[in-house]
């Protein structure tokens, strides 16, 4: 199977391109904006016309969600047209996709885990146009599935975790927001996550389907920092403050926790609890 990765620098992109040796069976193309801008649909239609692609993992996005408040074009282009035109062009080549999406397409206000069948309200610019970009997959004629995932972290890139590492290292106090709740991701378990989806496309559905992928367990932000100074063994004191003590321009879900159900009795994946998980991760930096 050949699998084309976009976003390739990316948290995800990165994982999924470490684990790509232990996928022998598969052929990579791993691009991002330098190789492949997924803006530029006539790039696309020319990469595909040059490589043979039976699978599309869809890992490039507009990820600064307080950015996008005041740069909506540029997000809408990357997080909903760019799909669009993956979507068109996979049709025309007949390739499968998986696409990633988010938490950020609900609003908060529930006390249970989201199922994938909950009600989508997005409350900011950026989950907003992931919410369209999901549109696009769901209702394309070749098969396809979307993920969301949450609160993303990983050993490449920037993220909660790297930064509670070097503040811990360089404060003694730091306040941190106690009244958001979902579940972090370590973005290697969600790249394993969809390459074990890829090589069992005799278990995908008919129809297009949406599935939840977050790591198992529940915490507030201000639980995971904790958590992260004691894997570490990092003596800083975590303060914990309200979201209305932190202002941000984009507002966040107060609770995204998802329900893992469906993708684990579907496709039999592997998860393990947020904090072994970020055990793993912080021995690997
Ligand atoms: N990070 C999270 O907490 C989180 C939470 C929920 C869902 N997600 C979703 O998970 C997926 C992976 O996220 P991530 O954390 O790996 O994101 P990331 O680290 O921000 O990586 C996204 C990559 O896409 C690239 N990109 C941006 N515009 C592009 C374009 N026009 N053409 C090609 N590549 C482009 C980015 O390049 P530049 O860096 O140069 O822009 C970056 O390398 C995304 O769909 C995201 O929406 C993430």
Redesign the pocket.
Known sequence: MNILV????????SEINALSTQYSDFNFHF???EE????DKNAIDNFFSLNKIDLII??????AVDKAEDDIIAAN???NL?VRYLTEVAEQYYSRIIH?????VFDGKHYLPYKETDNTNPISVYGKT?LNGESHVINSKVPALVI???????QF?N?FVKTMLRLGNERENIGVIGDQIGTP?N?NDLAKACLDIASKTELWSKKNEIYHFSNLGICSWYDFANEIMKLSDINCKINQIETIDYPTKAQRPQYSVLNKKKITEQFGIDNFHWSDSLQKMIKAI
Do not use: E
């Open positions: 976009t976003g390739k620098n990316g948290q995800l992109g691009t991002d904006i492949l801008d997924i803006t869809n890992c490039a996005a507009y990820t282009k990357v997080n760019s990633i999406s988010t938490d950020y992931k969301r995932t949450s609160w993303v972290y990983s890139g993220n991701t973005a």
